[in-house]
């Protein structure tokens, strides 16, 4: 039998991921703000040069003209997309499908409000957006979250995982008995941190 990569184990990255995000307030804070984290990014990201020197696609659609400009920030698009899939193919490519709809939706707007003011929405969004998480980490989880142990599960995997919690919500399942695996994981994470929690207060 095949040995499985564990860079792309969904149960334990999404098992890891649910042990920093379990209690419910911090999961609905982290949907609201992980998306829009990664819309602004590519939104800057807009006003980087073209890769390689490629030219520029211009999309017109019911008499609204966007540049698409196949720079950093469509290589990260591409990067991220190609990743969720890898994770899981059917979760993964709503996932792809909402990268490059973020990718193109932001360089409409990017477009259109210029350099200076973009950088000013894009200040004010991740602002926002981080604190909200912070708060929702040392208010209602009670624990630092994941990025001071995993940056790139924060950086890369984060979109996904919000959108497969959302999913799972619904019932999905990348394939039977993920979620009991995930959940016996994820008690099993948290137990062992209270206890070595425990152990630094004694």
Request: with cysteine; proline share 4%.
């Amino acid at each position: 039998m095949m040995k499985k990569n564990r860079f792309f184990d969904l149960e334990n990255h999404f098992a890891f991921f649910g042990a920093y995000h379990s209690n419910r307030i911090n999961i609905a804070i982290h949907m609201v703000c992980v998306w829009p984290i990664l819309f602004t990014a590519l939104l800057l990201l807009y006003f980087t040069p073209s890769l390689f020197s490629l030219p520029s696609y211009e999309l017109s659609q019911s008499g609204y003209k966007v540049v698409l400009v196949f720079n950093t920030g469509f290589l990260l698009t591409v990067i991220y997309s190609l990743f969720y899939v890898r994770f899981d193919p059917r979760a993964g490519a709503l996932a792809a499908f909402l990268c490059f709809l973020c990718w193109v939706s932001s360089s409409f707007i990017a477009s259109r409000l210029g350099f200076l003011l973009a950088y000013k929405v894009v200040l004010v969004v991740q602002l926002l957006c981080w604190t909200g998480q912070f708060i929702g980490h040392g208010i209602f989880e009670k624990r630092a979250p994941a990025l001071l142990d995993n940056l790139a599960q924060v950086f890369l995997m984060a979109p996904f995982f919000v959108l497969l919690e959302a999913l799972q919500a619904a019932g999905y399942e990348p394939y039977p008995g993920f979620h009991a695996r995930v959940q016996a994981k994820i008690e099993a994470e948290i137990n062992e941190w209270q206890e070595k929690k425990q152990r630094l207060i004694s």
